[in-house]
Nanobody, 123 residues
Framework: QVHINESGGGLVQPGGSLRLSCAASGAIFSISSMKWYRQAPGKPRELVALINDVGRTMYADSVKGRFTISRGDAENTVHLQMSSLAPEDTAVYYC?????????????????WGQGTLVTVSS
């Protein structure tokens, strides 16, 4: 079983910065991508940023130039550095890990989600 732990959310003023962290643990065999999604009240969940197994990154247009996704020094960790935050960035942010996990009989596809961390941008 794979567990995802997110941290770093909170209340920040417009123009401020926050750093979200995500750590995956358990029977992970390989990771193909690590992603951050967010879901604002009354809106569908949207992909914010991803980093794949060779370090390629992708960002939603709404966060380009403001957010940076990176792998952490610790194994199976990913960070999301957010700057120039605006009220429209207010949402619950979710970490997603895709890859494969170990089972007693071999490996199977992994698609794990964290429980989310709330980011509120308000003065």
């Amino acid at each position: 079983q794979v567990h995802i732990n997110e941290s770093g959310g909170g209340l920040v003023q417009p123009g401020g910065s926050l750093r979200l962290s995500c750590a995956a643990s358990g029977a992970i065999f390989s990771i193909s991508s690590m992603k951050w999604y967010r879901q604002a009240p009354g809106k569908p969940r949207e992909l914010v940023a991803l980093i794949n197994d060779v370090g390629r990154t992708m960002y939603a247009d709404s966060v380009k130039g403001r957010f940076t996704i990176s792998r952490g020094d610790a194994e199976n960790t990913v960070h999301l550095q957010m700057s120039s935050l605006a009220p429209e960035d207010t949402a619950v942010y979710y970490c997603n890990i895709a890859g494969s996990e170990l089972e007693s009989w071999g490996t199977q596809a992994l698609d794990a989600w964290g429980q989310g961390t709330l980011v509120t941008v308000s003065s």
